[in-house]
């Protein structure tokens, strides 16, 4: 089974900053890893796949990057709704697997 | 417009069955792969289980193997996920989502929540 480890857990930042979440696979995954935002009370949303394209209606400030085992996801500049939990997933092998999400807070 | 609609939770004893289902629309079901996901309450999201489009191949997690199965009726445009002898480590909202096989999870229905306690 492939192990995502996502860091850091929380972060802590104000409207406005640059945030930026890492995904660390326990072996490649090639470019088969996605990302999610999911917010209280609500299902996941699919914001990144194959590493580096964003889905449909997500904005340019999401952006995503990497392959093999080190994937980012970058938001350039937080708006307040973008204050969330963010998962990576992969889907080279089977079982899928999730990271086990990283918290995005306001400072 | 795509849209998944779980239902089928509720609370059982432990040992006890129960079956999820999934009403999707907006798409053309039968030739779409379909997953089950779920996320213990305040934790992260768990990848349950796949079925290829057509219900020709199918997927399970670990932790599920032997007790949950997935099917589907294209006819009804309907997911299912079986799950039998339940555990309270079961506890958990369930989400259904379009995608899992060689694409990704897009869109995820609201979730149903399952609750093993006696």
């Known amino acids: 089974e492939i192990v995502l480890t996502q860091s850091p857990a929380t972060l802590s930042l104000s409207p406005g900053e640059r945030a930026t979440l890492s995904c660390r696979a326990s072996q490649s995954v090639s470019s088969y890893l996605a990302w999610y935002q999911q917010k209280p009370g609500q299902a996941p949303r699919l914001l990144i796949y194959d590493a580096s394209n964003r889905a449909t209606g997500i904005p340019a400030r999401f952006s995503g990057g990497g392959s093999g085992t080190d994937f980012t996801l970058t938001i350039s500049s937080l708006e307040p709704e973008d204050f969330a939990v963010y998962y990576c997933?992969?889907?080279?092998?089977?079982?899928?697997?999730f990271g086990q999400g990283t918290k995005v807070e306001i400072k | 417009e795509v849209q998944l609609l779980e239902s089928g939770g509720g609370l059982v004893q432990p040992g006890g069955s129960l079956r999820l289902s999934c009403a999707a629309s907006?798409?053309?079901?039968?030739?779409?792969?379909m997953t089950w996901v779920r996320q213990a309450p305040g934790k992260g999201l768990e990848w349950v289980s796949a079925?290829?489009?057509?219900?020709?191949?199918?997927y399970y997690a670990g932790s599920v193997k032997g007790r949950f199965t997935i099917s589907r009726d294209d006819s009804k445009n309907t997911l299912y996920l079986q799950m039998n002898s339940l555990r309270a480590e079961d506890t958990a909202v369930y989400y259904c989502?379009?995608?899992?096989?060689?694409?990704?999870?897009?869109?995820w229905g609201q979730g149903t929540l399952v609750t093993v306690s006696s």
């Open positions: 989502a379009k995608g899992g096989w060689a694409s990704w999870f897009d869109p």
């Open positions: 079925i290829s489009a057509y219900g020709t191949s199918t």
């Open positions: 907006g798409f053309t079901f039968s030739n779409f792969a």
């Open positions: 997933q992969q889907r080279s092998n089977w079982p899928r697997t």
